[in-house]
C-alpha cells in the first residue's frame, strides 16, 4: 500500500514536517518494501492560497491511500476525503518512525481538520 508522509527533507531518516499543504517534500512510501518517491512539494511553500488542495490532488495522482502528516487544514481535509485518501494526523519525529507507529496501527484516522488554513 502506498502512503504519504510529510517530511522536511528526502530520505526516511528525515523530521516529519508537520504541514501537509505547505511540507516541502512529500515521501510516497510503499509500505511493504518500504521503497519511497520524494515528491518536491516546494511550489506550494509560499503559495499565497491552494496549498493543501494542490498537494492533496497531488496525493490522488500518485495513488495515495493514507496521508501521515501533523496536522491538517479544512481545504486541504475535504479535498483528501473526496479523492477517498484516509488522513492520519499527529505525526511526530522522523518520517521512519511515524512510518513504523502506522504500521503497528499506533496512529487513528481523523475526521475532522486539526487546523485552520495557513498556519505555519
Known amino acids: 500500500m502506498k502512503v504519504a508522509i510529510t517530511s522536511t527533507g528526502t530520505d526516511l531518516d528525515r523530521p516529519v ?17 518500504e521503497a519511497f518517491k520524494a515528491l518536491d512539494n516546494s511550489v506550494n ?10 498537494t492533496a490532488q497531488r496525493m490522488a ?14 481545504k486541504a481535509y475535504r479535498a483528501l476525503n473526496a479523492a477517498g485518501i484516509q488522513i492520519l494526523t499527529g505525526a511526530f519525529g522522523t518520517v521512519r518512525e511515524t512510518l513504523d507507529r502506522f ?8 475526521d475532522r481538520p486539526d487546523v485552520q488554513g495557513h498556519w505555519s
Open 17 to 33: 514536517d508537520e504541514r501537509f499543504g505547505r511540507a516541502k517534500v512529500i515521501l510516497v512510501v510503499d509500505t511493504e518494501s
Open 103 to 110: 504500521k503497528k496501527g499506533e496512529m487513528k484516522t481523523t
Open 45 to 54: 511553500l509560499n503559495a499565497a492560497q491552494g496549498a493543501g488542495i494542490q
Open 61 to 74: 495522482d500518485e495513488g495515495v491511500q493514507y496521508v501521515l502528516t501533523g496536522h491538517i487544514g479544512p
